[in-house]
């Protein structure tokens, strides 16, 4: 019997007050530890609406939402923060690296806000793990003065090196030519292999989902389609 | 270092010129703060200073004789009449030496000195002058008036015979040390005084009329036999003495004045001018703090997407909030240090600009440390207070919306 790492239930999100759009009408979702599965769906589906909610980024405005079999409608800013920083790891499509700071301190800020401790205590395991990523030489440099892609793997090195249960990863590889996209997925099939890592990816590329073990697909904030391989 | 710290430097460090211009503009605040502070309370230092250079902070008097008395004029009509002592006799403490040991024992008054003071004539040759004569005890008068390091030859000793006056006295009667001169009550009692020494106290009016013999001589030319008219007293706390004088008067019974009733126009000017002061500190600290204030709030728009992804990625609110809370402390802290600095570096500046002919400055500054202390607090408070709003508004950004704002 697999571990759940995830589970939603009935959970809709709606925006707007006097025009209310329904994003999320319902959803029910379980992930299991060691899934790599798929999000597709055509834009504005709700794709990354609901990576915010699964990542306590947004709260729902119904359902229930368990991470690590802990309910989160009870937490507050704070406790969902270190929920958040602890079981989660974000890979966004616009990287979102921190401007000006360098590699290894963009991987080493969450490790050290999350432990409340001294910057340079991190530095050794963000160097560790910006070497498993391939950029072991790229250490001291700022976002700017890396590639598309190297930018994409120091994201994938900040999302991964506390070791979360759950990546969510919004088009990782949206912005990538085919051939960095390929690379940077294959980083992300390694590390699920290799630290059994949950991930929920969101992807048009049909190319790459069927690399995946489950593909989930949402149509106007509905599940349609929920296939395992 | 601490990620907070870390996260507030950079984040300082990239703001650039708006960084600088904040770090400036409060800089410049506190050194005008200290500047002015250091300015005015010198210049009343030095007010004070010259005021009391000649004068004791309280003296105890006899209580005038003039009474009042009420007395009919008419059916419902009231009149007083005003009984006066006459006024060649003057009025003496009386039993002093057990005033004095009462003064003594009160807290806060440092020294006593009785006086025998008069009004009277020097005469030598055909010079004739009107003088203050004044009985004095040297080595407690020296407490209140410090006599000895204001002599320009001779000594305050007053032994028999003895009398030390003023240098414009000595020029105009045209006498210096060892000469003889006849000094005259208003009672007619006259007596021959050696010069023993000269001062120059730095007041005209003293260094003119001042005549210093011994307690016991003043008393024959004043016709006090073995009175005084006053007992003059130093205490502790100069800005205490109208307190002392109060409490002086409840326990003898006697009249106290201190220099604070004496020199009343004096302490109302330095009043303005302290609040004058007080009321520009504090708009140079509005303007300071709402410099810093906006430079912040700027900051914080402009560093919505680093916010959002801080928080995404396990910064809590509270430890954005403090981000920008030490940044305010920073600029503060920043700002006491060179502030501090240039305030001191212009004040003794100033200082240097006017010199008295003996090379003291014209207008003495007062950089007491109290003064430091207080203005870095009051930048550091500032700093922290107007970094307050900023703060909140960073840690009140929704982490989803400030991710999508790409
Ligand atoms: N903060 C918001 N306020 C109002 N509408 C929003 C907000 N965020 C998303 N939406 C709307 O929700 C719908 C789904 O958006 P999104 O989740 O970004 O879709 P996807 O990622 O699948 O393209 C869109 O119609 C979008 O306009
Ligand atoms: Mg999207």
Known sequence: MSEPILELRGITKNFGTEVVTEVLRGLDLRLDRGELAALMGPSGSGKSTLLNVLGLLDRPNSGELTILGQDTKSLDDAALTRLRGRALGFIFQFHHLIPGFNAWENVALPQAALAGRMM????????RMLEEVGLGDRLDHLPNQLSGGQQQ??????????HP???LADEPTGNLDSHSADEIFELMRRFHRELQTTFLVVTHDSRLADRCDRIIELVDGRIVQDRRR | MRYELFVALRFLRQGGAQTVLIFGGAAFGVGVIVFLTALLDGLQNN???RTLGSQAHVVVRAPDLTTKRPFRLGPGEKGAAVVERPAQRLQGVDEWPKVMRTVEAI???TATSPVANGPGFIRRGQAEKSINVFGVVPERFDRIVPITPKLIEGHFRLEGGEVVIGQVLADDLGVGLGDKIRLTGTQGVSEVFAVAGVFDLGNRQVNQRWALVSLRAAQALLQLPGGITNLDIRVEEIFEAQALADQIERRTGLKADSWMVLNNDL???????????TMISIFVVIAVALGIASVLIVSVVQKQREIGIMRATGTTAQLIQRIFLIQGAIVGGFASVLGSLLGAGLAKLFEGLAQNPNGSPTFPVSLSPGLFVTASLVAVVVGLASAWGPARRAARLDPAQAIRSV
């Open chain 1, 120 to 127: 340079d205590e991190h530095q050794a395991t963000a160097r």
């Open chain 1, 153 to 162: 793997r120091v994201a994938i090195a900040r999302a991964l090196v506390h």
């Open chain 1, 165 to 167: 249960a759950l990546v």
């Open chain 2, 47 to 49: 007010l004070i200073d």
């Open chain 2, 107 to 109: 807290p806060g008054v």
């Open chain 2, 267 to 277: 302490l109302v000017g330095l009043k303005g001018q302290s609040s004058s002061g």
